[in-house]
């Protein structure tokens, strides 16, 4: 049982670069989520998905795109990487509507130099 | 403005030290406090829901409770298995599916 996938697991940019962050679940989940995780500061939310077709901004949606390919899949990307989005970013995923109890991936560190 | 604070940042303990996690919160309408633990490169693992100020629940070592300001994690007799990050959540009215997390308490337990 993989529970959220996450890919690549680390990734370094140069400024300006662009890249996917890949994320699939297996457990039939409706609910997606893009977190990002900074030292001394809680989890803030970028893009969620309550449901497949449809994608919502979260706290800081500045920078991002998602797309939700389909029910397991959960897409994030970044057009045009800055050095503020050296982050770990993590996707969750949760069974029904709101955001009760996520299930979250390994994580991916991004450095953008 | 909803907000979420843990203390301390960082707790360590003997083996065996019982000690307690706080967790403060201000929201507009609780619709639910979480916790969870992390261990070092990985993603957030759920431990608790707490609804209603007055409600406990347990699992192992770990208690966690709830009154209107403020959630505690305490653990009792802790192992060094029990060193993770500790991070907290509530959900509040405003939003069915944000939730606002707190910065986490480092808990190193020392064999």
């Known amino acids: 049982n993989a529970g959220v996938t996450q890919t690549p697991k680390f990734q370094v940019l140069k400024t300006g670069q662009s890249m996917t962050l890949q994320c699939a679940q297996d457990m039939n989940h409706n609910s997606m989520y893009w977190y990002r995780q900074d030292p001394g500061m809680g989890l803030r939310l970028i893009y969620y998905s309550a449901s497949e077709g449809t994608t919502d901004k979260g706290e800081v949606p500045n920078g991002y795109n998602v797309s939700r390919l389909n029910k397991r899949e959960f897409s994030l990307r970044l057009e045009s990487a800055a050095p503020s989005q050296t982050s770990v970013y993590f996707c969750a995923s949760t069974q029904g509507s709101g955001a009760n109890v996520l299930t979250f991936g390994a994580g991916s560190r991004l450095t953008v130099l | 403005e909803d907000q979420v604070t843990q203390s301390p940042e960082a707790l360590r303990l003997q083996e065996g030290e019982s000690s307690s996690l706080n967790c403060s919160y201000t929201v507009s309408g609780l619709r639910g406090l979480f916790w969870y633990r992390q261990d070092p490169g990985k993603g957030p693992e759920f431990l608790f829901t707490?609804?209603?100020?007055?409600e406990e629940k347990e699992k192992e070592r770990l208690k966690a409770t709830l009154t209107k300001k403020e959630s505690f994690l305490h653990i009792t007799a802790p192992k060094p298995e029990d060193s993770a990050t500790y991070l907290c959540?509530?959900?509040?009215?405003?939003?069915?599916?944000?939730?606002?997390w707190g910065a986490g308490t480092k808990l190193i337990i020392k064999p």
């Open positions: 707490l609804y209603s100020a007055g």
């Open positions: 959540a509530v959900r509040s009215g405003d939003s069915n599916y944000q939730l606002i």
